[in-house]
């Protein structure tokens, strides 16, 4: 069965701190790896990955696939409570269909 | 990228009753597809929309339950059948073009069935 796993489920820092976020992936038919922020409904896109090795950078977020360890990581350097949010972590198979992960809720504290 | 306009935002609705939500795109796109969020829970997929053809649902998911319409290439409507309070959820539509690329996604409804 495909199956996107994300770790931690819920993570709490404090603002200016630094976090890592966790995917990783059991999935046939791999495209690409997705990271999305949900702040209220609806999702909007971070980063796109195909390739390993090759960091995507956005100001404070980064992200990184591993294709080798079946997994990525997003990044956020210098959190802001504006950063509080869902992250998700999704993964495109063959047929562009999306299998999504639990999410991790990022609540950063001032 | 595409933007996606979703509607309505949220709605609450009698048990038995059915809801339509339409998504319309300002750009033609290949896949359309129709996602649940339950409370606290990530996205599931209902169904792709194909144009021009039947949508393909999901494990779990059925026509009966959430017909699916899309009529051209910018727009679909998915309908919640006969609402019961386990309904209750966000539902986002997404649209993607060709080759992987990320997808978009509406702003959400959010239906509470009471």
């Known amino acids: 069965e495909d199956k996107v796993v994300q770790s931690p489920l819920s993570l709490v820092v404090h603002e200016g701190d630094t976090v890592t976020l966790n995917c990783s992936y059991e999935?046939?038919?791999?495209?690409?790896l997705l990271w999305y922020k949900q702040e209220k409904k609806a999702p909007t896109f971070l980063f796109m990955l195909?390739?390993?090795?090759i960091e995507k950078k956005s100001g404070r977020l980064s992200s990184i696939l591993d294709k080798k360890e079946l997994s990525s990581i997003l990044n956020i350097t210098a959190t802001q409570t504006g950063d509080s949010a869902i992250y998700l972590c999704?993964?495109?198979?063959?047929?562009?269909?999306?299998?999504f992960g639990q999410g991790t809720r990022l609540t950063i504290n001032p | 990228s595409a933007v996606i306009s979703q509607k309505p935002s949220r709605d609450i609705c009698q048990r038995g009753t059915s809801l339509t939500i339409q998504c319309q795109v300002d750009?033609?796109?290949?896949?359309m597809f129709w996602y649940r969020q339950q409370p606290g829970q990530s996205l599931t997929l209902i169904a792709t929309?194909?144009?021009?053809?039947?949508?393909?649902?999901e494990s779990g998911f059925v026509i009966d339950k959430f017909p699916i319409s899309r009529p051209n290439l910018t727009f679909s409507t998915l309908t919640v059948s006969n609402m019961s309070p386990e309904d209750s959820s966000i539902y986002l539509c997404?649209?993607?073009?060709?080759?992987?690329?990320?997808?978009?996604f509406g702003q959400g409804t959010r239906l509470t069935v009471v």
């Open positions: 997404s649209a993607q073009g060709q080759g992987g690329t990320e997808a978009f």
């Open positions: 999935v046939t038919n791999f495209r690409s």
């Open positions: 195909t390739s390993s090795g």
């Open positions: 999704a993964v495109v198979q063959g047929a562009q269909k999306l299998v």
């Open positions: 750009s033609q796109v290949t896949m």
């Open positions: 929309a194909n144009q021009g053809s039947e949508a393909t649902y």
